[in-house]
Each structure stands twice: as structure tokens, then as C-alpha cells.
């Protein structure tokens, strides 16, 4: 009887042992959780957008003629601040699906395009890539960590000059920001081996083709203002012949020009 009792008050010494254990447990990662947290309160809703963006891409993808999204362009996206791209006064829709605008008549590209175009292009860890419309500088801040080199070019220049602060201040070291007309390209920082182009001319720009290096391809909404834009993929083989397609119907603002 004696032995039996003490086995049970054995057993109940280490049934609170292992309760209080596991409780201890459960504090260091309650409290491991509140510090992310604090390190990073957007993190849950980035994570959430990103699995969102994941979904839809498995529904949309038949036009890319690809199953899925790549999962490093997925990670770069679940890395990448937006709440630091858009204005103060709009950080509570820092991480919906969803353009903002940013100023000057300019947006801040839905995440779902900006995940999507960047897709487009396949990048690799060697590529030099040109963006035409830096705009906040989302995309690039997206784009940057897959590819060796970033040249951006913004033609609105308070824009151009703020976002390359920005980028600068959040260490991406491998983007190059120049104010100017991102019709004509920038033919001192290519060829490029992929080419983004984030506002919208009524045609695929000559000098955008010609820095275009063989096998590179180039992602551009075609279209006017208050006509339809479609998201066209342009491909350059190795022999230098060049096809388009037309992929979907989207909506971005006009490409500006110099002057105009």
C-alpha cells in the first residue's frame, strides 16, 4: 500500500514536473513570438499576402505556360518591406493586393503583377536587368536580390531621387538609379539580359529591343491611355529575332517622355 502511494505521488511529481516544464516552454515561445514581432510587425501579413499571391498564380499561370510561380521570386517577395514603398498615410494597405498611389500621378504596383512580371523574366543570379519606372521603388527592391545588377531609370525626378535613398538606406547595394527617359533605355549600364518595363507606351520602344541581349526578354504593358493595355512578353532569340505575345489585360499608367 505504502509502495503504491508512493508511486503514485511519483508520478504525480512528475506529471506537474513536465506541466510546468512545458509551461516554460510555452512562455519562451510566446515570448520568442512577441519579439519578432516587435522586430517585424508586418511579417504575418506579408506571409499571408505572399500565400495569397501563390494561390492565384496557380490559377492564372496557364497563360505564362508555367505551373507555378518560382519559388524564389515568392521569397523575395515575402521579404520585401512595401510598407516601407508606399506613403505614411497608407501603410495600413502596405500588404493588400492592391496599386497605391505614390504621388505624381504615379502608383505603386499591385503585388500580384509586380511578383508576376518579375516571373515573367526568369531571372538568374548573373543577370543585369533594366526596369523602366522606378516609381517608389517596390519593384526593384523585389527584383534586386535575384540578379547580379538593377538599373532603374525614373523620369519623375523627385520620385527617381527618393526612391534611390530609400533602396540605399535598405541596402540594396546592386541597384542603380538614374533620372531620365526610360524610353530610350540605358545603354551605358546594358545589354540586359531581361528588361521591366512598369508603365505603359502605346508601342514596344525601339531602343528597349536593341538593349535587349540574345535569349533576353522584356515584360511591358502596350496600350493608351483610355484604351485597352495588354501585358506583352517580348523575346529575343540568339539569332536576334524578336517575338511578342500578348498575355492579359492589365492597367498602368502611360509611359512619360521627355518633353511631352
Same mark, same amino acid.
Given at each position: ?14 506529471? !506537474? ?16 513570438? !512577441?519579439?519578432? !514581432? ?124 527618393? #526612391? ?11 541597384? #542603380? ?84
Amino acid at each position: 500500500m505504502f509502495r503504491g502511494i508512493q508511486r503514485r505521488r511519483h508520478r504525480r511529481g512528475r506529471g !506537474a514536473l513536465l506541466r510546468a516544464g512545458l509551461a516554460v516552454v510555452a512562455l519562451i515561445l510566446t515570448g520568442a513570438a !512577441a519579439a519578432s !514581432a516587435a522586430e517585424d510587425p508586418f511579417a504575418e501579413r506579408r506571409a499571408a499576402l505572399t500565400r495569397s499571391i501563390e494561390r492565384l498564380a496557380a490559377a492564372v499561370y496557364p497563360v505564362a505556360g508555367r505551373a507555378a510561380m518560382m519559388p524564389q521570386v515568392l521569397a523575395a517577395l515575402e521579404e520585401t518591406p512595401r510598407h516601407e514603398f508606399v506613403p505614411p498615410k497608407l501603410v495600413s494597405l502596405a500588404y493588400a493586393n492592391r496599386p497605391l498611389p505614390i504621388g505624381f500621378g504615379q502608383t505603386i504596383s499591385q503585388p500580384f503583377i509586380v511578383a508576376f512580371m518579375t516571373d515573367l523574366l526568369e531571372p538568374e543570379p548573373d543577370d543585369i536587368v533594366l526596369e523602366v519606372g522606378t516609381g517608389s521603388g517596390y519593384q526593384a527592391a523585389v527584383l534586386a536580390p535575384l540578379v547580379r545588377r538593377l538599373c532603374t531609370i525614373e523620369i519623375v525626378e523627385p520620385l527617381g531621387r527618393s #526612391a534611390a535613398a530609400r533602396l540605399a538606406r535598405l541596402g540594396y547595394d546592386n541597384v #542603380a538609379v538614374r533620372i531620365g527617359d526610360g524610353y530610350n533605355g540605358w545603354e551605358a549600364c546594358g545589354p540586359f539580359d531581361s528588361i521591366d518595363v512598369t508603365a505603359a507606351p502605346g508601342h514596344v520602344p525601339p531602343p528597349l529591343v536593341r538593349q535587349l541581349k540574345p535569349g533576353g526578354r522584356m515584360i511591358i504593358p502596350v496600350g493608351g491611355l483610355f484604351a485597352p493595355q495588354q501585358l506583352v512578353l517580348v523575346e529575343k532569340r540568339a539569332d536576334g529575332q524578336v517575338s511578342t505575345r500578348q498575355l492579359m489585360l492589365v492597367r498602368f499608367v502611360p509611359l512619360r517622355r521627355s518633353g511631352r
